[in-house]
């Protein structure tokens, strides 16, 4: 009775945890972003819908490629992969829980004598021959009295939870990349078509010199700086080429194809740039996947501490073992032949020259690395939104100015051009104002890849398609 009693206050403490239970550490934020309307303070929610946000831009092309990077974007794959090797780990550490439990079967034959292993003589005749059979099993369970595996569990489990949103934010990463990618090598396109254009109307205006100085009204120079302004737009062209080949072959290694196999047709048109909210809920940024993975860590971290913190004191352990041995086969599974043994075992390290207080101090400092790499992920973040919401205002006042400079570039174009044909100013001039106005117009374009670029960033930033979080 009195070993009864003392066995169920054993297995009573099982339920006493060591190590500090997981809060969530707080972190200074702003209560509104500077560069937009009235934000809250963020609580992270990275189970809210993200939504297809690359569809916002509406573009076919863009699509298909999108949807082809959780299917074969390796960055992706791998990231699916240790989240898969997370989940069996977690298996690992629940096992702890319950018993472990072996079993055996082995035969011996052997000369031999009891006599002969006394070392005593046997007068020179052989020994007889010895048949052992064994039939046996173990079986053990460590009472978690003082909770690591208790902790364990809980820091595998968390690590689970970061392996899912490291996927997640792989996934959302590679699709960001893309998009933005895609981006520039339309922005390319845009500005191909531009110097196509730009090339044909300088072969006209070259044409036209070569006209007037075989008329005898305008002078070699003249010809030789209408080539010039020919070539230079065609070097211009060719390094445009470098860039887009470069730009298509990042496409293909997202969607996880050989830049060997992969074409993007050219296309005259950009994607159109969606508008962004004069105001937007603090939950968007709440669903950052980055964010969750980093609190993630916090709490395994956390629970290594219990671990081991639980190394300091006893271990509790209930073994058996039991079976059949016998000289013949045939009467193995015979109650004589029986054997069976069962009893408890306390442990407990007296003396390891402070390797436990060691662990306990390397444990407590991993946590405190991932407090400061949680808090500066969550700033990280800020910035990321308040860079690119800053990028989007000031890229859209920069766009409109631009875009009058352009108008104004056209115009001199236009007037030096009429000036030249009725003799007043030099090429020079024309050669001048034809370089300031496609210099503009390139701008122009730059100007709204930049816009484009600046908005995916922003996407990303807030976790997601922004209208997931309108209501």
Known sequence: MKTRTILLALLLLSGCAVGPDYHRPDVVTPAAFKEAGEWKPAEPKDDAPRGNWWEIYGDADLNALVAQVAISNQNVLAAAAQYRQALSLLGVAQAGYYPTLSGGLSGN????????????????????????????????WEADIWGHIGRNVESSDASVEASDADLQSALLSAQATLVQTYFQLRANDAQQQLLKQTIDAYGRSLQITRNRYDAGVAGRVDVAQAETQLKSTEAQAIDLGVQRAQFEHAIAVLTGQAPANFQLTPTNAMPTLPPVPAALPATLLERRPDIAGAERRMAAANAQIGVVQAAFFPALTFSSTGGYQSSSLSHLLTLPNRFWSIGPALALTLFDAGARSAQKESAMAAYDKSVATYRQTVLAAFQEVEDNLAALRLLANEATVQQAATQSAAEVLALTENQYQAGTVSYLNVVTAQATALGAQRSNLDIAGRRLFANAVLLKALGGDWRKGVR
Do not use: C
């Open 109 to 140: 034959r052997a000369q031999g004598t009891a006599a002969s292993a006394a070392g005593t003589s046997t007068g020179g005749a052989s020994a007889p021959i010895l048949n052992t059979a064994r039939l046996s099993y173990s079986a053990s």
